[in-house]
Structures are given as C-alpha cells and as structure tokens.
Nanobody, 127 residues
C-alpha cells in the first residue's frame, strides 16, 4: 500500500504563491506516476497536473498553465506543486494521487488512473 500525505496549503491573497508537497510512503522498489487534482465544493474532481516517474514528462491543465508547475524528488519520495499568481477560483482542497507504473516516462491525467490518494490540503485564495 502507498500512503500519501499532502502539506503546504493555506489562506493567501490573490496574486500570492504557494508550494504544495506530497510525501509518499510504501514499497520503495515500485515506480509511481503522480498527479495533483482539486475539487471545489459542488464540483467534480478536476485534474491539475501530473508527472511521470522519471520526472521528464509533465502535463498541466490549461486553466493553470503558465502559473502552476509540477516537480518531484524521488530521493525524497516527494512531489511538489508550485502555484504562482493564485486566483480566487483556485480555491479548493488539493489532492495528491499516485499510480504504480512500469513506464518511467508515462503521464496519466484522469482520476480513474490513480488508485492511491492523499487526504487533501486546503488552498484558499481571497480577492
């Protein structure tokens, strides 16, 4: 089993930045593709960003492209989401997700691809 723990959320003003972190624990001999999703109240879970095991391939949702970047440090079993120029519409709990993969360069961007999820970290952006 893989356990994911997010951190870094908080209350910020529009235009500010935050960096979310997600630490994975579990089998160390397994490769994981990882991603971030968010789900605002009353809305469906929404893909934000994903990164391959190798870190060489990423996918960013169009609505955050140019503002958010995803990265990972496999030595620390951690992925990051750097969020700049935050907007009130970015307000939501953000969830880390992971999926075992035999493909080091593969990126997945639907929630159905990810069997492992964290508890979420709240991001609130005031106007």
């Amino acid at each position: 089993q893989v356990q994911l723990v997010e951190s870094g959320g908080g209350l910020v003003q529009a235009g500010d930045s935050l960096r979310l972190s997600c630490v994975a624990s579990g089998p160390t001999d397994t490769r994981y593709s990882m991603a971030w999703f968010r789900q605002a109240p009353g809305k469906e879970r929404q893909f934000v960003a994903a990164i391959s095991w190798s870190g060489t391939n990423t996918k960013i949702a169009d609505f955050v492209k140019g503002r958010f970047t995803i990265s990972r440090d496999n030595a620390k079993n951690t992925e990051y989401l750097q969020m700049n120029s935050l907007k009130p519409e970015d307000t939501a709990p953000y969830y880390c997700a992971a999926a075992r993969t035999g493909c080091s360069g593969c990126v997945y961007f639907t929630s159905h691809d990810y069997p492992y999820w964290g508890q979420g970290t709240q991001v609130t952006v005031s106007s």
